[in-house]
């Protein structure tokens, strides 16, 4: 299992997050602007899906965030999304064959969500560092 609250040194990896735009800093900074504006309420709906233990929503939600942290180079979050997007399919999967979402089990997702959403805190403060002028 992996550490709670692993540290991240470099919650966002600005190499990951220019390529994206082709270096274009307005158009990053637009791009970032838009997911420090967003990213609470889908964080906030991804926390929900797994309160509820709904395995559809859960791998809709993490896929989601995955892609977009993917692109702006929060890396680390995106590889705990893609983590609770594969046992989100796999419990959807296994409710499906049984007929039933009684046995789905997303207790592994909800361990790593808190990884998650440590990780999502600070690159959300690293953002907001780089959106006020400051250095990456």
């Known amino acids: 299992p992996e550490p709670r609250h692993a540290k991240v040194e470099n919650p966002v990896e600005w190499e990951i997050a220019f390529d994206t735009v082709g270096g274009d800093q307005q158009l990053l900074g637009d791009l970032l602007r838009v997911f420090v504006k967003d990213q609470g309420s889908l964080v906030d709906a991804l926390s929900r899906a797994l309160t509820a233990n709904d395995s559809k929503e859960v791998r809709l939600g993490a896929h989601s965030l995955r892609s977009a942290l993917g692109h702006l180079g929060v890396s680390e979050a995106a590889r705990l999304a893609g983590k609770m997007e594969d046992i989100a399919t796999k419990e959807t999967e296994r409710a499906e064959a049984s007929g039933s979402q009684a046995n789905v089990d997303l207790s592994e997702a909800r361990r790593l969500f808190g990884d998650f959403k440590n990780v999502i805190d600070l690159a959300v403060i690293e953002i ?9």
Do not use: V, W
Not at 129 to 134: I, Q, V
């Open 128 to 136: 907001k560092k780089f959106l006020a002028g400051g250095t990456r």
